[in-house]
Nanobody
């Protein structure tokens, strides 16, 4: 299983981005997939998750601003990030949990700055 995150960039406060996580391999039977982020000098933190059944969960800090989704084939996961704030600046990583094994993709940098 390989994951590849993309879609990051430099955006002004209040702006939006759409992050994508393309998965290859046997990911259709994943338990959960999710987005995490790590800001400089801080620990990696959960942003949002989506279960195989479609149940979503968000960190309080992003509720109402970020939306996690996936395509019907369950091979691509998305994170729509709106109303971005400087504190959202971080490297964003995607993760898949398959049969209790964690698979991580390389991150994509999101920088929010004027």
């Amino acid at each position: 299983v390989q994951l590849q995150a993309s879609g990051g960039g430099l955006v002004q406060p209040g702006g939006s981005l759409r992050l994508s996580c393309a998965a290859s391999g046997r990911v259709f039977n994943f338990d959960t997939m999710g987005w995490y982020r790590q800001a400089p000098g801080k620990q990696r933190e959960l942003v949002a998750t989506i279960s195989n059944g479609g149940t979503t969960h968000y960190a309080d800090s992003v509720k109402g601003r970020f939306t996690i989704s996936r395509d019907d084939a369950k091979t691509t996961m998305y994170l729509q990030v709106n109303s971005l704030k400087p504190e959202d600046t971080a490297v964003y990583y995607c993760k898949a949990v398959i049969r209790l094994v964690n698979y991580w993709g390389r991150g994509t940098q999101v920088t929010v700055s004027s």
